[in-house]
């Protein structure tokens, strides 16, 4: 069992800088990959980005590449979304999920989720 906590949400304005913060713990932590999603209202959760404990580069999804950054603190066992630049259209729930698998962007084959945090960008 894998347990994520996520906190950091809030209200930004056009093109202003929020940070996500996914705190892990649970049994085995370590071998799974974190990944980040999103849902706005009326909408379908999408992937946004991950990153898996060894040393490996992050990866994202084309809508936030080049303003959001992944990172891990392994020390603090958390994993990070920087997102810079923000949009009104990236007003969403953010979810940090874990995935026994690897470099997957897809909702079905992450096995943990957080309870999410509101991102909210005013224009």
């Known amino acids: 069992q894998v347990q994520l906590v996520e906190s950091g949400g809030g209200l930004v304005q056009y093109g202003g800088s929020l940070r996500l913060t996914c705190l892990v713990s649970g049994r085995d932590f370590k071998s799974y990959e974190i990944g980040w999603f999103r849902q706005a209202p009326g909408k379908e959760r999408e992937f946004v980005g991950a990153i898996i404990w060894k040393d490996l580069l992050p990866y994202y999804a084309s809508a936030v590449n080049g303003r959001f950054t992944i990172s891990r603190d392994n020390a603090k066992n958390t994993v990070y979304l920087q997102m810079n630049s923000l949009k009104p259209e990236d007003t969403a729930v953010y979810y940090c999920?874990?995935?026994?698998?690897?470099?997957?962007?897809?909702?079905?084959?992450?096995?943990?989720w957080g309870q999410g945090t509101q991102v909210t960008v005013s224009s």
């Open positions: 999920a874990a995935s026994s698998r690897v470099l997957v962007t897809r909702e079905y084959l992450y096995d943990y």
